[in-house]
């Protein structure tokens, strides 16, 4: 899949269990580790482990599987890494603190509607 594929699948996974604040972020540019950053919230652990879960369900149904996958175990941010795209599921207090939109300010953001249709 092209990272416009995977961002999409993912978009929609996040999108179907209520995600909250999806935001893509074009890093391309500025850094090896991916093309793209999605950062998005879930309001309780259960909910960040629920988003992840369901991210990693559909693009696994895809034929897509992570290169790695993250902080599972404490529910307050899970990473899955797509090589190109990385996923970053936060519990709402655990991402303001981390503030990642701050520290990528640079980066382009991407619009998320274009995802969903």
Avoid: C
Avoid at 1 to 26: C, F, H, N, P, V
Avoid at 58 to 72: C, F, N, T, W
Avoid at 93 to 100: C, S
């Amino acid at each position: 899949m092209t990272d416009i594929e995977i961002l999409k699948e993912g978009i929609k996974a996040l999108d179907s269990k209520k995600a909250d604040d999806i935001r893509i972020l074009k890093v391309r540019d500025l850094t090896i580790l991916a093309n793209y950053f999605v950062i998005v919230s879930g309001s309780s652990s259960t909910q960040v482990k629920a988003l992840a879960d369901e991210v990693d369900f559909k693009l696994g149904e895809k034929g897509e599987e992570p290169k790695s996958i993250d902080g599972k175990a404490s529910g307050n941010w899970i990473v899955l890494d797509y090589i190109d795209v990385v996923f970053h599921v936060f519990y709402k207090e655990t991402r303001d603190f981390y503030d990642l939109e701050r520290l990528w300010q640079d980066a382009e953001e991407v619009d998320v509607k274009q995802f969903l249709d």
